[in-house]
């Protein structure tokens, strides 16, 4: 059964930083990219940052390009979520998420962590 915990949100201020961990347990995620999204009040859960599992291919969102880094620990079966830089417009739940590669739809999902960010 696949598991995704994630943890590290928090309140911050502007300008601040944040790391949000992902812990996946359940399966192999060797062949399966993860990806962190967010979900603001009133608005569509977007996707933020992908990455494969292997390291391949990342992907941000144009509005966190340069403030936000994706990475992993393979021996941790872990995905991080670095975020510098943080703006009131950050503010969000944070999901991680897994799916095969080759796939579109994300299968599994984390809880959520809140992140705020305030002026």
Do not use: H
Not at 91 to 96: D, G, K
Request: with cysteine; hydrophobic share 30%.
């Amino acid at each position: 059964q696949v598991q995704l915990v994630e943890s590290g949100g928090g309140l911050v201020q502007a300008g601040g930083s944040l790391r949000l961990s992902c812990a996946a347990s359940g399966r192999s995620f060797s062949n399966y990219r993860m990806g962190w999204f967010r979900q603001a009040p009133g608005k569509e859960r977007d996707l933020v940052a992908a990455v494969n599992w292997n390291g391949d291919r990342p992907y941000y969102a144009e509005s966190v390009k340069g403030r936000f880094t994706i990475s992993r620990d393979n021996a941790k079966n872990t995905v991080y979520l670095q975020m510098n830089s943080l703006k009131p417009e950050d503010t969000a739940v944070y999901y991680c998420a897994t799916r095969p590669t080759g796939t579109t739809t994300y299968d599994y999902w984390g809880q959520g962590t809140q992140v705020t960010v305030s002026s």
